[in-house]
């Protein structure tokens, strides 16, 4: 006999981003704020509409979960721009930190060894946080002491740019140090 599953979606109490305008609020009762942010008081939704409709404004509810709910006249499409343009200021503000990984072998030679160190000093100039990873392959893991000292000399040779943000530690077969780039106008 087949199974048979049966999956219901609840939207009762999801939390929507958008507000209810005007006729979309169902309270029978709203707590009402006028445009200039002083309470009008406790009303009917019907006269609550009416008297925003007399202004030429919207009735927004703000706060669905009070008991009344809050709702404010305001000129909701105005109210909606000015929102998308503080959020697209906040984006413009952000600055996103990606971890670049460098990786290399305790018995790592000078010169493959200097072409990490610029690796991982471009990755600091561009912003970025750089794991250094070291890996053991076979009886290397004996030897941990030689990565752990050319993490610190990679660290040293770094230390203009960087900070050490994660000391060197051993996760399985593999150590791990994490730089992150100094913050600016610090300089030692």
């Known amino acids: 006999m087949?199974?048979?599953f049966y999956f219901v979606i609840w939207r009762g109490d999801t939390?929507?981003?958008?507000?209810?305008v005007n006729h979309?609020?169902?309270?029978r009762e709203v707590r009402v704020i006028d445009a200039n942010g002083e309470q009008v008081g406790i009303?009917?939704?019907?006269?609550?509409?009416r008297l925003a409709g007399e202004r030429q404004l919207d009735l927004v509810e703000v706060a669905p979960n009070a008991t009344p709910p809050v709702c404010r006249i305001m000129d909701y499409g105005k109210h909606k721009y000015e929102q998308s343009k503080r959020e697209k200021?906040?984006?413009?503000?952000q600055r996103v930190i990606n971890i670049k990984e460098v990786r290399m072998t305790p018995k790592i030679?000078?010169?493959?060894?200097?072409v990490k160190v610029r690796a991982a000093e471009r990755f600091l100039k561009a912003g970025d946080k750089v794991k250094v990873s070291v890996r053991f392959r076979g009886r290397e893991i004996v030897h941990a002491d030689l990565?752990?000292?050319k993490l610190a000399q990679l660290a040293d040779l770094l230390k203009d740019i960087g900070?050490?943000?994660r000391l060197p530690k051993l996760e399985g077969r593999q150590m791990i140090a994490v730089l992150a780039p100094k913050p600016d106008g610090t300089k030692e």
Not at 15 to 20: D, F, Q, V, W, Y
Not at 24 to 27: G, H, L, M, T
Not at 43 to 49: G, T, V
Not at 89 to 93: D, G, S, T
Request: hydrophobic share 40%; proline share 3%; glycine share 0%.
């Open 24 to 27: 979309e609020i169902r309270a």
């Open 43 to 49: 009303m009917n939704i019907r006269d609550a509409l």
């Open 147 to 149: 990565a752990q000292a």
């Open 109 to 114: 030679d000078d010169h493959d060894f200097d």
């Open 2 to 4: 087949p199974s048979v």
């Open 89 to 93: 200021v906040a984006r413009k503000k």
């Open 163 to 165: 900070i050490v943000e």
């Open 15 to 20: 939390i929507s981003k958008e507000s209810r």
